[in-house]
């Protein structure tokens, strides 16, 4: 169990951060166009870049086993998320 804070890497956070800001624009782009089902996919995964870029930073990071646990938590959702949109997208048509 590693219980150690995690090191301040502003470098990666910033990375982490500008790709889930694209990834956030990608989804307003598919509600714009013909791929709305889509969007909340796009926004989950956006969320798990947030995540990630929070915690390369000392003043957002949690503790790390409950960070492992959130990020199991979203991943899992975003999984499910993506699976239902290909289903609904390929419903309709």
Known sequence: ???EPPAQ???PAVIWLVLGLAIVSAAIAALRGNGPFI???LLMM???LFMLSAQRTQ???IE???FKKRMQFV???TAIISSLSIVFNS???
């Open 91 to 93: 419903a309709v048509h």
């Open 64 to 66: 790390p086993n409950k």
């Open 9 to 11: 890497n502003l470098i």
């Open 1 to 3: 169990m590693n219980t």
């Open 75 to 77: 991943a899992f959702s």
């Open 46 to 48: 956006s969320v798990i």
């Open 39 to 41: 969007a909340p996919a």
């Open 59 to 61: 003043r957002f990071a």
